[in-house]
């Protein structure tokens, strides 16, 4: 099918609006004077191809034991900055916290899958044998948001250079210095190892038509995004292989078996973490009713300040806008701690208040809203069923991230079954999904639309058979 230029330009302007929230006349603007060219960075995207073309010749000639030294060196030197990431990553997008930035980066750097991801397989028989290997794509392109900018920078190009692809980034514009400044620590690392240079590349001033480029740019093989529906299908538009994360609306589910002082801590934690603009973090709470006030309690000994009456309805006016007959979160409050939430309606309380509760029925504007920002609607229900029932309606059939407190293994199950989420964290904070303070690997590319899943080195690569008729048999 035809795409016309106005089409994939409309496709990726919504792109760029939907992965922060922002339409695109609101972001940020730089010129390509206030970013430094060199280590990776080019004033063009054909430029920036021109260098990949032959940062991709060099890998093929790479070994195995050439791209772990690579890695490691990828992961050292995002370690050593990872505050300094953080830091920026405030400062110029305003969203989330720095000791959650920080937190993130550091998990992208130390548990992200490297080359060891990459295991071959071998069948043997009566005639010969056949050798299955990953192989690279090549040249892959990927457009980054604004929410998570260094550590899905850190986690996507150990994963991709891992499997010995070459990246052409587009950041988003409202996270381009930070974003740029991570690009160009890593491709300083990977030639201190040895490897090619401009293995990472980008414009200094990604904009709409830059990410056009990108996207449909005929020597990039594979495309990574992340965001909602909308950038899937812009994504699809071009023809291209697509690896792409879609929107989640993740629901936690508690019922009367729970550990309850667990589940409070537990909830705020995750819900509070980086103020909420993880997609995998918990955004409506349904509690069995037997068991509701004494988790709302441990709620508020870790960190939760619940509204009520007219205090709430005051907030929602702040942080909610209303178009259309529709609900869409405030975008001066996304990723806002929850003390300037309550600032606004003239509330005053410590930095040490992580997360916003609030009682709501289940038809309630903020169970059906993605606010990423740290306020979480809690809906009482009669029993589990109902709960696991409500859970699945509120996550929009994403299949993204569920999470449930519960001790009852055939409710667990239940909710599983239901659910169909490609994370389901039982018993722990939403960020145990991604390996964070739990056993697995990490991920910030969580590509459920596409059914990848938790991405990794492998989801970088092609399968390759090699095929020896009547050989190497030796039994």
């Known amino acids: ?87 920026m990553a405030v400062e110029e997008t305003g969203l989330g916290r720095i000791e959650d930035k920080m937190a993130k980066n550091l998990l992208a750097a130390n548990k992200t899958p490297g080359v060891e991801d990459l295991v071959s397989t071998t069948y043997t028989g009566d005639d010969g ?15 980054t948001p604004s929410t998570n900018p260094a550590a899905t920078l850190i986690n996507n190009s150990i994963s991709i250079v891992a499997a010995g692809n070459v990246v052409v980034y587009n950041p988003h514009p409202s996270a381009k210095k930070v974003s740029l400044q991570t690009l160009k620590l890593l491709n300083r690392a990977i030639v201190s190892a040895g490897g090619p240079e401009n293995v990472l590349t980008a414009v200094a001033s990604p904009n709409l038509d830059t990410s056009k480029q990108v996207m ?23 023809g291209k292989k697509v690896i792409a994360a879609g929107p989640g609306n993740p629901p936690v589910v508690v019922d009367e078996t729970a550990d309850i002082v667990k589940a409070g801590k537990d909830i705020v934690s995750g819900a509070s973490f980086d103020n ?37 309805e005051k907030l929602l006016k702040v942080i909610l806008v209303e178009k259309d007959g529709k609900y869409y979160p405030n975008r001066d409050y ?42 979480l609607p809690i809906v009482k229900v009669s029993n589990v069923d109902t709960a696991i029932e409500m859970a699945v309606k509120a996550e929009k059939g994403n299949r993204h991230t569920a999470i449930m407190h519960s001790q009852n293994v055939t409710n667990l199950t239940k909710m599983a079954r239901e659910i169909q989420a490609t994370i389901f964290v039982k018993n722990g904070p939403s960020y145990s999904g991604l390996g964070f303070n739990a056993e697995g690997f990490t991920t910030l590319t969580i590509a459920g639309p596409t059914g990848e899943g ?9 399968q390759r058979r090699c095929v020896l008729v009547d050989g190497f048999r030796i039994v």
């Not at 056949?130 to 090549?138: D, I």
């Not at 955004?283 to 000994?301: I, T």
């Not at 870790?302 to 205090?311: C, D, M, P, R, T």
């Not at 040490?352 to 169970?367: G, K």
């Open 129 to 143: 044998m056949t050798l299955v290997e990953y192989a690279p794509f090549g040249i892959v392109g990927s457009i």
């Open 334 to 375: 996304i990723g806002k701690n929850a003390e300037v939430l309550l600032a606004a309606i003239g509330k005053k309380v410590d930095s040490s208040v992580r997360l916003v509760i609030a009682e709501t029925s289940y038809d309630h504007p903020l169970i059906w809203t993605e606010m990423l920002m740290p306020i």
């Open 216 to 238: 449909e740019h005929p020597a990039i093989r594979v495309l990574v995004v992340t965001g909602g529906g909308i950038v899937v299908k812009a994504a699809m538009k071009t």
């Open 1 to 87: 099918m035809q795409v016309s230029e106005k089409d994939i330009q409309k496709l990726v302007e919504q792109v760029l609006a939907n992965i922060t929230g922002q339409a695109a006349s609101n972001t940020v603007s730089y010129s390509a004077s206030e970013i430094a060219l060199g280590d990776g960075v080019f004033t063009t995207v054909d430029e920036a191809v021109a260098a990949s073309k032959i940062a991709e010749g060099k890998m093929r000639h790479v070994s195995l034991e050439g791209r772990r030294k690579i890695i490691q060196a990828m992961r050292e030197i995002s370690i050593q900055h990872a505050e300094e990431l953080a830091k």
């Open 454 to 462: 938790l991405t990794s080195a492998r989801t970088f690569s092609r």
């Open 276 to 312: 909420n603009v993880l997609c995998t973090a918990e955004k409506e709470v349904f509690v069995v009713d037997k068991v509701a006030n004494a988790l709302k309690q441990e709620m508020l000994k870790n960190g939760a300040v619940e509204l009520k009456g007219f205090e709430l």
